[in-house]
């Protein structure tokens, strides 16, 4: 899970960037798919799975809804697993506009989407909820669901300095960032 230090906007990784935002927001390019998404009052959560995980040996649809399955049980209430793409046609670039199969819905309403990147290193699934959520809830929901325990994580130093480097070398650089400008 992260949070964002001041309101923000991420597109998709194949998404053009939408220059008429640009100034309002910060935009940054996520390396997963899907529509623009506002952030500042979400929940964001990344799972990054290895190859040989068992989410990995299912399709992107099965692992897109286990996953979201897992969300929707922290949620509680009325989340439930959309079925089917909305009648609403999308008029824009927004994510939460309009639900595909396996985006977490309520009341008419799409509350969390998300999107996967699958490589010979293993499931990469970006995740936006529009509700504020904590770790202790979104834990839950993934024991719940997923068999899964989340557990404290303290990155190396050195991992944490190639994690900086990569942000301030290719992630905050407007040939990453408005590459379909």
């Known amino acids: 899970m992260y949070s964002w230090r001041r309101p923000s906007i991420s597109i998709g990784y194949f998404q053009e960037f939408p220059a008429q935002l640009a100034g309002k927001s910060e935009i940054v390019r996520r390396p997963t798919g899907g529509g ?21 040996e299912m399709t992107t649809t099965d692992s897109y809804r286990a996953i979201h399955e897992a969300v929707a049980a922290a949620m509680g209430g009325d989340a ?11 008029t824009g670039y927004e994510c939460f506009q309009s639900p595909v199969p396996g985006d977490i819905v309520a ?11 699958r490589s010979k290193w293993g ?18 929901g993934f024991h719940q669901v997923l068999s899964v325990e989340f557990q404290p994580y303290e990155m190396p ?5 190639v994690a900086q480097r990569l942000a301030s070398e290719k992630y905050a650089t407007d040939a990453w960032n408005k590459r379909f400008a």
């Not at 439930?80 to 999308?90: D, E, F, T």
């Not at 009341?107 to 990147?117: M, P, S, T, V």
């Not at 130093?157 to 300095?161: H, Y």
């Open 36 to 56: 623009l998404v506002y952030h500042g009052e979400d929940t964001t959560y990344t799972v990054v799975l290895p190859p040989d995980h068992r989410l990995c």
């Open 80 to 90: 439930l697993i959309s079925g089917h793409k909305a009648p609403i046609p999308r």
């Open 107 to 117: 009341n008419g309403r799409k509350l969390a989407g998300a999107a996967q990147r």
């Open 123 to 140: 499931l990469l699934h970006q995740g936006a909820i529009a509700v504020k959520l904590s770790a202790q809830q979104l834990g839950k």
């Open 157 to 161: 130093t050195e991992l944490l300095a």
